[in-house]
């Protein structure tokens, strides 16, 4: 039988776990490219043939998902694979009807084809959008276990954006692994709140013996997801969060409402800001889609422990990226810093972006003043850095977990506003968490 041609269409995660997990030795297939949308600059590199196993003598080339058509027809594809998440179901169909149209067959893969099984408990959590706060409730997690004596790690959903080869099986146990990582804004806006509590953080490319060297390390896996992506790893417990602000996204992004769907215990955010109306219509969606889950409201709360510079200054807010541009967000932690501790302006971030941070708003049309932390490369960080130091203002708060002014050299102060979960509102949560060790 001949292989069938396929074209992986991804953004540097997803694509890659469906690759090594269904893919990379199927007899029946013939992966001819991937390519890459969402994240910047990551089209310019290639799967390496050192991790593609032995079907595939060279390396797999990466285009731009927008030459979607003509590669299809220069490579003569069968199957268009869609492999990336946060996105609108309107989006993928989209993306289908390309496919479709210029000859290909559509498909998508789920948790059979691609899930690896652990020998220690497995506990994910998953969201419905990008910027749930699902990794909050991972670090809440990681220390209620480890409070119980297990020894705890988290395997992050992949941000593999720089050499794949060097980046298979990661390992952070410390901030200085950060730098020897030469890791992105993004990565450590999630990694390094896990490792400033002391929790280790494993993450790369190949997930299968990512999670291999944490059985060897530690008695529980935390599975902190990214997006709105399922997991890689089969779960004994299954935790998704919605964010309370976009109750009605539910059904409308992929594929957040299939964690939905899937859920063994649905988390509904109360973000600050937000009614009980929504959290109403987040549990009648409950009962209909998932009536076996538990469904627990955790409460979250501004927080910031400089925030009287903030009063009658002209503030820069910047904040966690992802959320912003593909989580669909117009404002976060920072902007609702700023105006609940009586910041006199919110200075208009666009006006003094420079290099690619003007394509960002451009591509994301919602973002209005505010400036997201894009790090994605070097070349970019230090766009980012001459933005905020161009910008007319007082002080930067910061949104993003990442530390930017150990990143950045600024020419303002920096202050910190985030959020965190009310802990009597996850004692419900932990009940059920016991059980999983039990």
């Known amino acids: 039988m001949k292989r069938r041609n396929v074209l992986i269409a991804g953004a540097g995660g997803r694509d890659f776990q469906n690759f090594l997990r269904f893919f990379k030795d199927n007899k029946n297939y013939n992966v001819i490219c991937f390519t890459a949308d969402q994240i910047p600059g990551i089209e310019k590199r290639v799967f390496p043939k050192s991790l593609a196993g032995g079907l595939y003598k060279k390396n797999i080339p990466i285009y731009p998902e927008s030459d979607l058509p003509k590669l299809i027809k220069k490579f003569n594809v069968n199957d268009v694979c869609f492999s990336y998440s946060d996105v609108s179901h309107e989006h993928v169909m989209h993306l289908a009807s390309i496919t479709i149209a210029n000859g290909a067959s559509f498909m998508l893969l789920g948790t059979n084809d691609t899930y690896i099984e652990s020998k220690v408990p497995v506990v994910s959590v998953c969201a419905v959008r990008t910027g749930s706060g699902k990794s909050k409730v991972s670090r809440k997690i990681a220390l209620f276990f480890r409070g119980l004596g297990y020894k705890v790690v988290a395997v992050r959903h992949p941000m593999p954006y720089g050499d794949l080869r060097k980046q298979a099986v990661q390992k952070f146990y410390k901030y200085e692994d950060l730098i020897k990582n030469k890791c992105t804004v993004e990565e450590r806006e999630e990694y390094e709140p896990h490792l400033r509590q002391g929790i280790a ?12 060297e944490a059985e060897k390390e530690f008695d529980i896996i935390i599975w902190d997801g990214g997006n709105n992506d399922f997991p890689f790893v089969k779960p004994n417990l299954s935790l998704v969060v919605v964010d309370s602000r976009r109750s009605d996204h539910i059904t409308k992004y992929h594929p957040g409402e299939s964690n939905f769907r899937m859920a063994d215990v649905i988390l509904i955010n109360k973000m600050y800001g937000s009614s009980d109306e ?8 409950a009962k209909v889609l998932n009536p076996k889950a538990k469904v627990i409201v955790i409460k979250s709360e501004i927080i910031s422990k400089e925030h009287s510079l903030i009063k ?83 002080l930067v708060i910061q949104g993003t977990p990442s530390d930017l002014s150990r990143l950045l050299k600024l020419n ?25 060790v039990k």
């Open 312 to 394: 009658n200054k002209d503030v820069l807010v910047v904040e966690d990226g992802p959320t912003l541009t593909h989580g669909g967000m117009d404002e976060g932690t920072a902007t609702v810093a700023a105006r609940i501790y009586g910041a006199k302006n919110i200075v208009d971030a666009e006006k003094y972006t420079v290099g690619s941070l003007k394509y960002v708003y451009k591509k994301y049309t919602h973002l209005k003043r505010i400036l997201p932390a894009e790090g994605y490369s070097k070349k970019q960080l230090k766009e980012l850095e001459k933005t905020i130091n161009k910008a007319k203002a007082d």
């Open 278 to 285: 929504p959290i109403k219509f987040i549990k009648e969606k």
């Open 201 to 212: 953080v494993f993450a790369g490319v190949d997930y299968t013996n990512i999670v291999k």
């Open 412 to 436: 303002k102060p920096v202050v910190y506003a985030g959020y965190d979960i009310n802990d009597s509102s996850l004692k419900p949560l932990y009940k059920i968490l016991r059980k999983v």
